[in-house]
Antibody, heavy 126, light 110 residues
Framework: QLQLQESGPGLVKTSETLSLTCTVF??????????WGWIRQPPGKGLEWIGT???????YYNPSLKSRVTISVDTSKMQFSLNLNSVTAADTAVYYC??????????????????WGRGTLVTVSS | QSVLTQPPSVSGAPGQRVTISCTGS?????????VHWYQQLPGTAPKLLIY???NRPSGVPDRFSGSKSGTSASLAITGLLAEDEADYYC??????????FGGGTKLTVL
């Protein structure tokens, strides 16, 4: 059964870069059917879509974060990563990695998260 | 301010039916993108509840159902159980294939 696991520092200093990695266990990251993405949730607040990547490297970013976000993929390591630069306290959140159905023609729908990581809390503080 | 609008809270007694609305715009739900729903229990990752407007993943009880019309969608829960108490989020795509969420609705079972 495929699982996703986030890893990375739990504390990042203000103005520095937040870096997280998601490892895919039990399946292939090089799938025609899926995108791989990041979603975050500030404490006590709602969900925010950060962006997604296809195994080929194509990316789609939330316009509100696009200037600070980079998502990359390493198919040999079965990993994809998130870099968010110039962080502030507003970037403090639980960060989830996710598998998102792609419009591949093999599913009744697309664009939804069918598998989530457990999430990792990242705190931004000076 | 979330792109999709949900009521902050709804409540109902055990056994009753509740609905949660999700309102978008012409760039997301109204553009024809499907609406999906997630249930989030405290301290856990969200779980897919409804996909493609009205499809339930394996294991989700048929007490949960979804619908979509125009720029809005709804989640209905019938036969309310105490275990349904959770936060519920709607989600769709917006232009540029970027996901957008509602602000979340806290369901309280009275």
């Amino acid at each position: 059964q495929l699982q996703l696991q986030e890893s990375g520092p739990g504390l990042v200093k203000t103005s520095e870069t937040l870096s997280l990695t998601c490892t895919v266990f039990g399946g292939s990251i090089s799938s025609y059917t899926y995108y791989w993405g990041w979603i975050r949730q500030p404490p006590g607040k709602g969900l925010e879509w950060i962006g997604t990547i296809y195994y080929s490297g194509s990316t789609y970013y939330n316009p509100s974060l696009k200037s600070r976000v980079t998502i990359s993929v390493d198919t040999s390591k079965m990993q994809f990563s998130l870099n968010l630069n110039s962080v502030t306290a507003a970037d403090t959140a639980v960060y989830y990695c996710a598998r998102i159905l792609r419009d591949s023609g093999y599913s009744a729908s697309y664009g939804y998260v069918d598998l989530w990581g457990r999430g990792t809390l990242v705190t931004v503080s000076s | 301010q979330s792109v999709l609008t949900q009521p902050p809270s709804v409540s109902g007694a055990p056994g009753q039916r509740v609905t949660i609305s999700c309102t978008g715009s012409s760039s997301n739900i109204g553009a024809g993108y499907d609406v999906h729903w997630y249930q989030q229990l405290p301290g856990t990752a969200p779980k897919l509840l409804i996909y493609g407007n009205n499809n339930r993943p394996s294991g989700v009880p048929d007490r949960f159902s979804g619908s979509k019309s125009g720029t809005s969608a709804s989640l209905a829960i019938t036969g309310l159980l105490a275990e349904d108490e959770a936060d519920y989020y709607c989600q769709s795509y917006d232009s540029g294939l970027v996901g957008v969420f509602g602000g979340g609705t806290k369901l309280t079972v009275l």
